[in-house]
C-alpha cells in the first residue's frame, strides 16, 4: 500500500462544478503540498499546509492531520483547469508523492 | 526571470550511452533537487543539494550522478543508460528547505533509453 493515495483516480467534470479530490496518507507528516501537473508537464505549487485551511482564488486545500486527510477543493470549475493535481506529504526529512489525480473540466 | 530551465527537452539515448541533463535557476536559491517521474508513479527524488558543492543522495540515486559548481547551475549526469532509465526527469529549485517551502519546477525533459 502506497503511503500516499490519491482519490479519484481520474475526475471529470463540466464547467461550473465544483470539485474535491482527496489525499489520504498512512504516516506522521509535518506538511503537505498540493501540486498542479499542466497538460504539457510543467509542475506548479499550488499550497504548503500544516493545519487548517487555505484559499488561493477559486482553490481551497483544508487539512485533518487526526485523520490524516487532506482535500483539494476547486470552486466554479472551468477547463483551464484541466491538469493532475499532485499531494506530497513531508515526512521526517523526506518528500512522498502521490500518484496524482487527473482532471478534466469540459465546457 | 526564466526561473527554473532544463535541457534538452528530449533525448533518446542508446543503452550504455551516457548524457547530461542540465538544470539553470535564476532565483539565487540554495537547494536544488532532480527527481523522475514515471508512469503511474509519483515523483521520486534522485538527488538534491543544499548549496554550491554540497549534494546529496535521494531515494533513487543509482546510476546518476549530480554537482553543483555554481549556485545557478545542477547538472544531472546519467552514466551507462539503461531502459530502466526511460522516465520524464524534473529539476527543482527552493529558496529554503524544499520541505516547508515551495519548490519551483523546470519544465521537465523526457528521456527514452532503447
Known amino acids: 500500500k502506497n503511503e500516499v493515495e490519491q482519490s479519484p483516480q481520474n475526475l471529470t467534470a463540466q464547467e461550473g462544478e465544483f470539485i474535491t479530490i482527496n489525499c489520504s496518507y498512512s504516516v506522521g507528516i509535518s506538511a503537505l503540498h498540493w501540486l498542479q501537473q499542466h497538460p504539457g508537464g510543467g509542475i506548479v505549487s499550488l499550497f504548503m499546509?500544516?493545519?487548517g485551511k487555505k484559499k488561493h482564488g477559486r482553490l481551497i486545500a483544508t487539512i485533518n492531520i487526526q485523520e490524516k486527510h487532506s482535500s483539494l477543493h476547486i470552486t466554479a470549475s472551468h477547463p483551464r483547469d484541466s491538469a493532475v493535481y499532485i499531494c506530497?506529504?513531508?515526512?521526517?526529512?523526506?518528500?512522498?508523492f502521490g500518484t496524482g489525480t487527473r482532471l478534466q473540466v469540459f465546457p | 526571470n526564466a526561473g527554473v530551465t532544463q535541457t534538452p527537452k528530449f533525448r533518446i539515448l542508446k543503452i550504455g550511452q551516457s548524457m547530461t541533463l542540465q538544470c539553470t535557476q535564476d532565483?539565487?536559491?540554495?537547494?536544488m533537487y532532480w527527481y523522475r517521474q514515471d508512469p503511474g508513479m509519483g515523483l521520486k527524488l534522485i538527488y538534491y543539494?543544499?548549496?554550491?558543492?554540497?549534494?546529496d543522495k535521494g531515494e533513487v540515486p543509482n546510476g546518476y550522478n549530480v554537482s553543483r559548481s555554481t549556485t545557478e547551475d545542477f547538472p544531472l549526469r546519467l552514466e551507462l543508460a539503461a531502459p530502466s532509465q526511460t522516465s520524464v526527469y524534473f529539476c527543482?529549485?527552493?529558496?529554503?528547505?524544499?520541505?516547508?517551502?515551495?519548490?519551483?519546477f523546470g519544465p521537465g525533459t523526457r528521456l527514452t533509453v532503447t
Open positions: 499546509l500544516s493545519s
Open positions: 506530497a506529504v513531508v515526512t521526517g526529512d523526506k518528500l512522498i
Open positions: 543539494s543544499v548549496g554550491a558543492g554540497i549534494t
Open positions: 532565483m539565487n536559491h540554495n537547494y
Open positions: 527543482a529549485s527552493s529558496y529554503a528547505d524544499g520541505l516547508s517551502y515551495e519548490q519551483y
